[in-house]
């Protein structure tokens, strides 16, 4: 089993949570919506997963990362 520190997985959901904002904004200013749709579904099942499997919003760490 893989060992992975709370912190560690705040960083990973702050990123990703990054990168949707980041894939909305190109989808939003882009012609060719459909190319985002894919990924766009996978970041979010990902951050959903992340944030009700561990509650990491309950961490102190979560309020303290960007």
Known sequence: ???????EIVK??????????AINTLERLGQNKIVFLEIKKEVND???ELKSRYEIEKFSEW???K
């Open 46 to 48: 990902i951050i959903d």
């Open 1 to 7: 089993m893989f060992k992975v520190s709370s912190s």
């Open 63 to 65: 309020d303290k990362k």
């Open 12 to 21: 990973i959901t702050k990123a990703l949570e990054r990168a949707a904002f």
